[in-house]
């Protein structure tokens, strides 16, 4: 499932620590990248492989952290913060929004697969409340007129498309989907 190029990042990020295990982070970020999104049972698998680990090790590594996603997501992951500076701000009207303009609920994708809506606990940008993230890009100050202005936005295929996940953990991968590579 996973593509040789995303094997080759993975064992890249294995030779940068003593422990080949620590690159397990971002070998499942490599995964998902690689995947369109989301990490399906066959790249935690490959995964393991890789890594030399048990599927079971890299599944509850996984299953840990929000970061990963475990279903297919839409084109825009949208994170909404909803701990209390947000809350306190408004992060309220922001779901109100989603609901509104897109059909959805958290956990939940649009029909025409744009969106992918995360009500997230935290986003460590309680200065910027309302906080919300869209493919891994901050959106601070957020208000429910600047959601909908951001949603046009997208809609149109402006604004931060490309998850900026990989750029840090496998620079070689956005380098290839830039240039048109077979996971583009």
């Not at 620590?22 to 490959?46: F, T």
């Not at 303009?101 to 910027?128: F, M, N, Q, W």
């Not at 891994?136 to 149109?156: C, I, R, S, V």
């Amino acid at each position: 499932m996973l593509s040789e190029q995303a094997r080759q990042a993975i064992r890249l990020q294995m030779s940068r620590y003593p422990d080949s295990r620590s690159a397990l982070l971002s070998a499942l970020y490599i995964a998902q990248g690689d995947c369109g999104g989301w990490v399906p049972h066959e790249a935690l698998r490959d995964v393991a492989d890789e890594m030399g680990l048990e599927p079971a090790d890299v599944q509850s590594t996984m299953s840990f952290y929000t970061l990963y996603n475990k279903a297919p997501v839409g084109k825009h992951l949208i994170e909404i913060c909803h701990n209390i500076s947000c809350a306190i701000m408004g992060a309220h009207r922001l779901f109100e929004v989603m609901e509104h303009r897109c059909g959805i609920h958290p956990g939940e994708t649009s029909s025409d697969g744009l969106y992918t809506l995360k009500a997230v606990e935290c986003l460590a940008a309680c200065g910027g409340a309302c906080s919300i993230q869209v493919n891994g890009h901050y959106q601070l100050n957020m208000t429910a007129e600047k959601l909908e202005f951001l949603l046009d936005e997208l809609a149109a295929g402006r604004g931060p498309i490309e998850p900026i996940y990989n750029r840090a953990y496998a620079p070689e991968l956005t380098a290839s989907a830039a240039e048109g590579g077979p996971h583009a």
